[in-house]
């Protein structure tokens, strides 16, 4: 039996940061427990596709649902039990500056009253012993580095339990060791909690061992492989040179 699908998307167009469309639309169907890399050379618009996918941005064409819904159709209410359900985190992670990394955890689930305040402190440090989080959680994020700011970042996410994680460039500026955590992350959300997580990223050696499909988008188009192999076994001169130039 076919999973169903938290996102189909039909030539779906992503608006341009000048407010043009993007030429090319993808057409996707994501069930949970998968693991999706949008990758592509800079400028490629991975960052815009992965925001609209998201129902961050809305579209400049195309159509979009999201748990089976017109994400174009989602009224204030709905937008908002979307954002529980669809996590989005994006390059830098920002968190507050002026509270500790704990509190960072906790302030989305006492905003959106999932429970008492212990309840929602004690499911933080829970979410946080999940992740293997290896900083102070009693410290403002100024005072961690961005592997830890990372984490928190994702636990803040995980606290309203989504179905749905969307990074952008998340292995930016931390080093291999813990990309290499990082990775094990992604993949034990999607296994474990069947999350679908979507990654635009550059880090190949990740798509190389972890993706179950790769997006790539380049100036040309948007192709889907189903692997790393169709994806290294592409005949495409676009994959092709920017397989030759990684």
Sequence with gaps: MTAAALIEAEDLQPLRADGSAFEHGLSCRIAG??????????????????????????????KLKLFGQEA???????????????????????????????????????????????????????????????????????????????????????????????LDEPFHMTDNACRERESDIYVRLSRERSLAVLIATHNLGFVKRHADEIIFLHPGGVLRYANWKAFADSDDAAVRAFLDAA
């Design 33 to 62: 427990g998968r693991v999706v890399c949008l990758v592509g050379p800079n400028g490629s618009g991975k960052t815009a596709y992965l925001r609209t996918l998201a129902a961050v941005d809305p579209p400049a064409g195309g």
């Design 72 to 166: 174009s159709r989602l009224g204030p209410e709905s937008r908002r039990a979307l954002r529980l359900k669809a996590a989005y985190i994006k390059e830098g992670a920002p968190l507050l500056s002026v509270v500790t990394g704990l509190t960072n955890v906790t302030l989305p689930a006492m905003y959106h009253r999932l429970g008492h305040n212990l309840e929602i402190r004690a499911s933080a440090l829970e979410t946080l012993k999940f992740l293997n989080y290896p900083g102070r959680d009693d410290v403002l994020p100024a005072f961690l580095n961005q592997h830890e700011r990372l984490l928190l970042a994702i636990a803040r996410c995980l606290m309203l339990s989504p179905e749905l994680m969307f």
